[in-house]
């Protein structure tokens, strides 16, 4: 766990395509995985904040992780495959996410719930078109 004065820092990033999620190892020795889905829903981007109004993202339960590029020591630029790549994850976020991704996942459900929205895809992204 993180002390008083210790700021949490990410010490390794892996992505994992196939299960779609990314494995976080933060300076404390701790280690977690977000599904690339609770990354998307849960950006930091004012797209998805909405200026301190969250809107509730949908359909993103297939959704996978494209590029990672590092900001200096305090943060990661993530790109999806459904073309969101605004949001800048700080070290301190990713630590949040992962600390508290139980409740914020149950949260996020029950959103989607009262709003009778679905994480279902509208259309596959692993579908690929022939000419």
Known sequence: MIQKNQKP???????????RELQIQFNTGES???????LRVYS?????????????????KNVNITALEALGN????ITF????????YS??????????QASLWQDYLSRLKQEKKSREPLIDMAVKYHK
Do not use: F, R
């Not at 977690?32 to 609770?38: F, G, K, P």
């Not at 070290?91 to 508290?100: I, P, V």
């Open 9 to 19: 820092c990410v010490t390794d990033l892996t992505l994992k395509k196939t299960s």
């Open 91 to 100: 070290w301190e976020y990713l630590y949040k996410l992962a600390t508290e």
């Open 44 to 60: 930091p981007s004012a797209e998805v904040q909405g200026h301190g109004k969250p809107i509730l993202v949908a359909h993103k």
């Open 32 to 38: 977690y995985s977000l599904s690339c889905e609770m």
């Open 74 to 77: 305090y943060a990661v630029k």
């Open 81 to 88: 495959n459904d073309g969101h790549d605004t949001g800048l």
